[in-house]
């Protein structure tokens, strides 16, 4: 007896595939849309890759993960369950703490990397990842990342970091100490 598919096979045009294709060195990176962009040591650049779009309710500390300027310039514009990011930061830079209401997992590609959150106790956690380590953070945990790279060789190196979020149009949301610490720092709201 031959084998019977039971997946759809769909043929792809070479045009359709070329409008799923992004290289590295032609992404548009963004560093602003975030409650936290104007914040001393949160400065990054974020590249939106595949899928983020702007999420519903959005707006105050609700926005994409990816920031308001980002998530409306997916360099692959695919709603297929799962959007693709990279960051660049420097040494000592990184989000706030903040919430996803999917799934967010993070995989260095060049530096050192730590990626905390807030553990059943209310305590901030850590751990440090080299590339391509990963750590999954479900939907509803606090957490951040920073760059953490100590090279002696040049300390005012970018490294890359790739995440991967669920959903379709994921929303983010910085904690409530977070929004707090954006208030009294001056930069929140964004004037």
């Known amino acids: 007896m031959a084998f019977e598919e039971t997946l759809p096979r769909i043929g792809v045009s070479r045009e359709e595939m070329t409008k799923r294709i992004a290289r590295f060195d032609t992404l548009v990176g963004f560093d602003g849309g975030l409650p ?4 001393p040591g949160s400065e990054r650049i974020l590249y ?5 779009q702007p999420p519903e309710g959005e707006g105050g500390a609700v926005t994409s993960p990816v920031g308001d300027d980002a998530s409306r310039l997916a360099a692959i514009k695919i709603r297929e369950g799962f959007n693709l990011g990279y960051c660049r930061a420097l040494p000592g830079h990184g989000p ?3 919430n996803h209401d999917t799934n ?9 990397w730590r990626c905390s959150w807030e553990n059943e106790k209310g305590e901030i ?9 990963v750590v999954s953070f479900p939907a509803g945990a606090s957490r ?13 190196a ?3 970091l790739m995440f991967v979020i ?3 149009a994921p929303r983010a949301e910085f904690t409530r100490e977070s929004m707090t610490a954006l208030e009294q720092a001056g930069v929140w709201p964004a004037q």
């Open 36 to 39: 936290d962009s104007r914040m």
């Open 48 to 52: 939106n890759v595949i899928g983020f």
């Open 96 to 98: 706030m703490l903040h």
């Open 104 to 112: 967010e997992t993070f995989i260095p590609m060049t530096g050192t």
């Open 125 to 133: 956690e850590h751990v440090d990842l080299r590339p391509f380590d």
């Open 144 to 156: 951040r990342f920073m760059n953490v790279n100590n090279d002696a060789n040049d300390p005012t």
């Open 158 to 160: 970018y490294s890359v």
């Open 166 to 168: 669920g959903g379709d």
